[in-house]
């Protein structure tokens, strides 16, 4: 099959070779999004929630750009800076996501400077 690629205006450009999403078939994959604001280039703000929220709309114009919306996520990696912010990023995750939830992976990691979490996503698109 061949790998179809993702591309918006609504969601940060990819700063090296990657696409910000890929559909192969009916899969959807994310690359990592973090809470920076396409418009200004800028970060939404400095903590993880307002970060967090922006990180989801990122997805959300990456799995658009294939067909897919935030239903079709079967799974979630998160990458935080720091793991003392598991308890705002998941406040934040549950206002997107509703029972029965994605599969989700949560790691701190070392992020660029001031980046709070970075959030990939898989998505399986129903058949048309």
């Not at 090296?16 to 800028?42: L, M, N």
């Not at 239903?71 to 705002?88: G, Q």
Request: one cysteine or more; aromatic letters at 6%; a negative charge.
């Amino acid at each position: 099959m061949a790998r179809i690629e993702g591309r918006t205006d609504q969601a940060p450009r990819p700063v090296a070779s990657y696409s910000q999403a890929v559909r192969v078939g009916t899969i959807v994959s994310v690359a990592g999004q973090g809470g920076f604001d396409p418009a200004t280039g800028q970060l939404a703000g400095p903590d993880v929630g307002t970060q967090t929220i922006q990180t989801f709309k990122n997805i959300e114009a990456a799995l658009s750009a294939c067909g897919a919306t935030l239903d079709d996520v079967i799974r979630v990696d998160v990458y935080l800076a720091t793991l003392s912010d598991f308890a705002a990023m998941n406040e934040r995750y549950a206002e997107v996501f509703a029972a029965p939830y994605p599969t989700r992976t949560t790691v701190g990691v070392e992020l660029p400077s001031g980046m709070k979490v970075e959030i990939t996503a898989l998505a399986v698109r129903e058949q048309t």
